[in-house]
């Protein structure tokens, strides 16, 4: 069992063989999916910030990252966002679904105690890294 902090009120999540089943009870599509979701858009913005980094230290010298450079990765990342916020959330739902029994609220008032959503939030990490450590 973790806990995590989204805003600010704290959840504890936990994962086991059950979260496996329920998230295809409650979603209607295996856990997987949504992970390998997940997989993909960390692994396209990281390519994309790579690609972008080299092209602009071609010349071989190093320079801060530009406006422009932050706008182009943003825009990339733009792409797959609604993908990757929808796992995310139905992942992190799940956890804490398994970690607080069947009497836990249904996922569209999990969303609604949610007041902002932020890519760069550190409990996006943490999800993230305690998925991959239990299923993959």
Known sequence: MKKIKICDKEYEIDCNAYTYIQFKKV????????????KDFFAERF????ELKVEENSD??????SEEYNTK???D?????????EALTRIT??????A??????????FLKEIPR??????????VTEFTVEKFC
């Open 77 to 85: 990342i733009l792409v797959n966002i609604d993908d990757y916020i």
């Open 27 to 38: 979603f209607g599509r295996g856990i997987f999916k949504d992970i390998q979701v997940m």
């Open 100 to 109: 607080n029994n069947e009497n836990y609220m249904s996922y569209e008032n």
């Open 47 to 50: 390519g994309s910030a790579v």
């Open 60 to 65: 071989g010298k190093e320079t801060e990252l």
């Open 93 to 98: 739902y799940i956890l804490i679904y398994t």
């Open 73 to 75: 990765l943003n825009k």
């Open 117 to 126: 959503l932020s890519i760069d939030d550190d409990w996006i990490l943490e």
